[in-house]
């Protein structure tokens, strides 16, 4: 199974982009997805996840109201609409699969992923 990440690029703040991820290989409607984030010098940190049917997304406080995870499992593919884009947001986005078949909660911890995409880098300029 692989994840392709894109749709990150040089952006001003308050601007917006919608990253994409698709999978192939592996069908991804019966995994969680979750979106993670390094910038350069930190350590990955948790974005947004959004259970295998949709119905629970958990966001971390720093981007809560501003960006919205969602998934599309006829196109197997998971996005994160990014708005009111803030230089702190700059960083390489990673997407995630869940390790768990149909897990109920969202789960915010990087080891609970068990595929990795290979990142898209999103640049906010102030």
């Known amino acids: 199974v692989q994840l392709q990440a894109s749709g990150g690029g040089l952006v001003q703040a308050g601007a917006s982009l919608r990253l994409s991820c698709a999978a192939s290989g592996r069908t991804l409607s019966n995994y969680g997805m979750g979106w993670f984030r390094q910038a350069p010098g930190k350590e990955r940190e948790f974005v947004a996840g959004i259970n295998w049917s949709a119905g629970r997304t958990y966001y971390a406080d720093s981007v809560q109201g501003r960006f919205t995870i969602s998934r599309d499992n006829a196109k197997n593919t998971v996005y994160l609409q990014m708005n009111s884009l803030k230089p702190e947001d700059m960083a390489v986005y990673y997407c995630?699969?869940?390790?768990?078949?149909?897990?109920?909660?969202?789960?915010?911890?990087?080891?609970?992923?068990?595929?990795w995409g290979q990142g898209t880098l999103v640049t906010v300029s102030s």
């Open positions: 995630a699969a869940d390790r768990l078949w149909r897990r109920t909660v969202v789960i915010g911890r990087a080891n609970e992923y068990d595929v």
